[in-house]
């Protein structure tokens, strides 16, 4: 005979009612939440914060990025060997920095560039602040130049910064005209040369950019030829015994008359380009000179003279 068992249930009604509140409690948050849903003018107030705060979690993202970027010393810093040639180019990004540029790496040299902003040719880029003072530049720019040669040294510095302006003294902008080329020519010179003082070999090459007419007056640029005159000034003062470079290294400044660049070019289209040195051979000269061939005696201000499309040197 089968035994039927019986189950019996308690039912606590304080449980119930707990039970039938949290029920009633959630449909209610359910429609509450329901009646937002529907709501429009609820839904664009919740996709506007939504939005705002995506908005400012990127904000935060790209300072951090750019801040990061900004304190890199070079955007597109290559490996280094310690057998390779190596050279920096101050004034890499103008024409004719990057003809120099491309002529050393197609040689196999390794190269850096300083300027106002990369080149993507160079193997590391060095990048300049223009707004900040000429002592904030020393700063950073010797930090970054260390961070990216890590101990090695350099065969040359190729200062070809620098740019034209005119006007005499009577002209509306001669003092800021005078300004920006002081800062062209000269800023960047010397801190080419404190370069040179802590990272050239010896017998390395640093060479720096003059001009011709400012070997005499130019009343028709004065703070050009102000400025031009004062890097001749720096190189014989470099080339002394005590000038303060590496030993038996060699400071030389090229005095360009006109070079045959795009923007001449452009701005003088009827000019007799057959006068104008070309930067190829500027380029090859100085691959010559940091290689030590026939390399003109350290302190020479070098005249590139160009007649009927040949150049020859002339020591100032």
């Given at each position: 005979m089968s035994r039927t068992r019986r189950r019996f249930y308690v039912?606590?009604?304080?449980?119930?009612?707990t039970s039938i509140a949290a029920k009633e409690e959630t449909s209610n948050g359910r429609?509450?939440?329901?009646?937002?849903?529907?709501n429009p003018w609820w839904l664009l107030a919740r996709n506007l914060f939504c939005l705002f705060l995506l908005s400012l979690v990127t904000t935060v993202a790209l300072v951090k990025f750019f801040a990061f970027?900004?304190?890199?010393?070079?955007?597109?810093?290559?490996?280094?060997?310690?057998?390779?040639?190596?050279i920096i180019v101050y004034g890499g990004r103008g024409a004719l920095g990057s003809a120099i540029i491309k002529h050393f790496k197609a040689k196999n040299y390794w190269v850096g560039s300083i300027d106002l902003a990369n080149n993507d040719e160079a193997d590391a880029n060095i990048l300049v602040a223009p707004d900040s003072s000429w002592t904030e530049q020393e700063k950073a720019v010797l930090e970054?130049?260390?961070?990216?040669l890590d101990g090695q040294s350099l065969d040359a510095?190729?200062?070809?910064?620098?740019?034209?302006?005119?006007?005499?003294?009577?002209?509306?902008?001669?003092?800021?005209?005078?300004?920006?080329?002081?800062k062209q020519s000269v800023w960047s010179s010397v801190l080419a040369s404190a370069i040179a003082s802590k990272h050239l070999k010896e017998g390395g090459l640093l060479t720096l950019t003059g001009a011709k007419p400012a070997l005499e007056?130019?009343?028709?640029m004065i703070g050009y030829g102000m400025a031009k005159a004062a890097v001749h000034q720096?190189?014989?003062?470099?080339a002394a015994g005590d000038g303060g470079l590496p030993k038996d290294s060699s400071v030389l400044t090229i005095l360009p008359v006109t070079l045959d660049t795009p923007m001449n070019r452009k701005w003088m289209p009827k000019?007799?380009?057959?006068?104008?040195?070309?930067?190829?051979?500027?380029?090859?000269?100085?691959?010559?000179?940091?290689?030590?061939?026939?390399?003109?005696?350290s302190g020479s201000l070098v005249q590139l003279l160009t007649e009927t499309g040949a150049t020859k040197l002339v020591c100032a």
């Open positions: 039912i606590c009604p304080r449980a119930m009612a429609r509450l939440l329901q009646t937002h849903n529907n970027i900004q304190h890199q010393p070079a955007s597109n810093t290559n490996a280094m060997s310690s057998s390779a040639s190596k970054d130049v260390a961070k990216v510095i190729l200062c070809v910064a620098g740019g034209w302006a005119g006007g005499n003294a009577a002209h509306a902008d001669f003092v800021k005209n005078a300004d920006l080329m002081w007056g130019t009343p028709g720096l190189t014989k003062s470099l000019a007799d380009h057959s006068t104008w040195t070309p930067l190829e051979y500027v380029s090859e000269m100085m691959e010559k000179w940091a290689n030590k061939e026939d390399r003109p005696a």
